[in-house]
């Protein structure tokens, strides 16, 4: 991969990561309660937080539930 897409693809990492704190924090959750919610651990949430790793379809569909968002609000990443 060259420089540029490795630039793009960390920013796009990392946006999507503010964009789930932001959306857990103006919902006043904390991390445990969108775990529960989701139905998985609360370090597989806060390693998608902090860009460890990366949820998988089906948990983006939940999340898009969990924060009653559309995917356009939840991909809208660089804004």
């Known amino acids: 991969m060259d420089n540029q897409k490795e630039n793009r693809v960390e920013t796009i990492?990392?946006?999507f990561c503010l964009k789930l704190k932001e959306l857990r924090q103006e919902r006043q959750l904390?991390?445990?309660?969108v775990a529960q919610k989701l139905g998985i651990a609360v370090s597989t949430y806060a390693n998608w937080e902090q860009g460890r790793t990366e949820p998988g379809i089906y948990d983006i569909v939940?999340?898009?539930t969990v924060f009653e968002i559309d995917a356009?609000?939840?991909f809208?990443?660089?804004d």
């Open 62 to 64: 939940n999340l898009l």
């Open 30 to 33: 904390s991390q445990k309660i």
């Open 72 to 74: 356009n609000e939840l």
């Open 13 to 15: 990492k990392k946006s």
């Open 76 to 78: 809208s990443l660089l």
